[in-house]
């Protein structure tokens, strides 16, 4: 089974300042990935994907992703922040080509200071 | 136009109840899915539904039973209810695939005092 590893729990920044979000996972096979964000009492929307060729991935709100397959890592970042960007973030992953259920990290609880 | 809808948006009910709760999707897709997110934000597949079968179904109890009347919804019944249940219970819904792409729904927060 597939599992998801997320570092940070808690990051705190300040507006302009840059964000990596750390996302490490661990499955046999060939997997599809995902960042999900959620608002403070919101849905999940989505940030960006991967599914293959380019491993840098761009999505919405200034946000891209990096897929490093040595690494089993899939970073989310966004060169300057906004106090909008204030949300829980997902990684996720699910392996590739079956209606499988997303696995999901813990998610990183990000704060934005004006 | 919302493509993946939930009701009720939240749900406050006693211990011993048995509750529902409704997911509908028009985007046309073949696989719904019921997530649990738990007080501390994680999240995790409860359910999914293919074609109108089952075809996951992670280490839930059998409170919980997952009914699809048809491809375009999926919903949640949870028998004798407990504190433990509690939490934001999200709908996803995709086409199965190679770049198979999940859709959540708004959520639904049960509250079971």
């Known amino acids: 089974a597939q599992s998801v590893s997320q570092h940070n729990h808690h990051v705190i920044l300040s507006e302009a300042a840059s964000l990596e979000l750390g996302c490490n996972y661990s499955?046999?096979?060939?997997?599809?990935l995902f960042w999900y964000v959620q608002y403070p009492g919101q849905h999940l929307q989505l940030l960006l994907k991967?599914?293959?060729?380019?491993?840098l991935v761009k999505g919405i709100k200034g946000f891209e992703a990096e897929f490093i397959k040595s690494k089993f890592s899939f970073n989310l970042r966004k060169p300057s922040v906004q106090w909008s960007d204030t949300a829980e973030y997902f990684c996720?992953?699910?392996?590739?080509?079956?209606?499988?259920?997303?696995?999901f990290g813990k998610g990183t609880h990000l704060i934005i200071q004006p | 136009d919302t493509a993946v809808s939930q009701t009720p948006k939240y749900l406050v009910t006693q211990m011993g109840n048995d509750k529902s709760i409704k997911c509908e999707q028009n985007?046309?897709?073949?696989?719904m899915y019921w997530y649990k997110q738990d007080s501390k934000k994680f999240l995790k597949i409860m359910f999914s539904?293919?074609?109108?079968?089952?075809?996951i179904n992670e280490t839930v109890p059998n409170r919980f039973s997952p009914k699809s009347p048809d491809k375009a919804h999926l919903n949640l019944h949870i028998n004798s209810l407990e504190l433990g249940d509690s939490a934001v219970y999200f709908c996803?819904?995709?086409?199965?695939?190679?770049?198979?792409?999940?859709?959540f729904g708004p959520g639904t927060r049960l509250l079971v005092l």
């Open positions: 991967y599914f293959s060729g380019d491993p």
């Open positions: 996803a819904s995709s086409h199965p695939g190679p770049q198979e792409t999940q859709y």
């Open positions: 996720a992953v699910n392996p590739r080509g079956g209606a499988d259920g997303l696995t």
């Open positions: 499955y046999g096979g060939t997997v599809n």
């Open positions: 539904y293919n074609n109108k079968e089952l075809i």
């Open positions: 985007l046309g897709h073949d696989t």
